[in-house]
């Protein structure tokens, strides 16, 4: 009798957290008209910005910069009418190796002393469907600006878990390490990734 309690509570349980996740994924549809226009900020708790930089020709050495911010002017009824700002602070940089996030925001690499930020300012929003669109703008990198296109694709948008509107999507871009000065050694492309969410103010 107590294992069949047991079993029926359990049972029970799964079913309501169940219903309970069900319920939340249908509040956030990935449709970007489920978004209520309005201002939005970054939810910095639950936004990764990811360097992948060449490590020679065997792989990709993955950076994350934990210090961003930024706004958001949301109006999904016209995409042209869209503006982002976004500025991450670039001493913030991560890296499993030991000792070398040091090493990075020194002059060699980034060069945080006297760049301490890295900037995105949108120029246009161009909406490809219900779930996609790409934004163009100016990535302003150790005082290099250079004109970038994210493509970006709408994860989820609506009510939050506690209420508000939210946005939450991947974006990804390339930039030519040349143009940033950085060491011989480092060649190629390197790939911007975001995952992130937007709450509205």
């Not at 869209?82 to 690499?109: C, H, K, M, W, Y």
């Not at 301490?116 to 600006?145: C, N, Y």
């Amino acid at each position: 009798m107590i294992h069949l309690r047991r079993s029926f509570v359990a049972a029970t349980v799964g079913i309501a957290l169940g219903l309970a996740g069900a319920a939340y994924a249908q509040t956030a549809p990935a449709n970007a008209s489920a978004a209520a226009a309005g201002a939005y900020t970054i939810d910095a708790s639950h936004t990764a910005v990811i360097a992948r930089v060449p490590h020679g020709n065997f792989s990709y050495e993955i950076f994350r910069f934990g210090g961003v911010a930024g706004q958001l002017t949301w109006n999904p009824a016209n995409a042209s009418a869209n503006q982002l700002d976004v500025t991450i602070q670039t001493a913030s940089i991560q890296t499993p190796v030991e000792g070398f996030a040091a090493e990075l925001q020194g002059a060699r690499f980034l060069n945080t002393a006297q760049f301490p930020q890295a900037t995105f300012t949108s120029t246009a929003f161009r909406q490809i469907d219900a779930t996609h669109a790409e934004v163009d703008g100016t990535l302003t990198l150790k005082g290099v600006a250079n004109a970038v296109t994210f493509h970006v694709e709408l994860i989820g948008a609506g009510p939050g878990q506690r209420g508000g509107a939210v946005i939450g999507y991947h974006a990804t871009t390339r930039i030519n390490n040349a143009d940033y000065s950085f060491p011989g050694f480092i060649r190629g492309e390197s790939e911007i990734v975001v995952d992130g969410e937007f709450n509205r103010q």
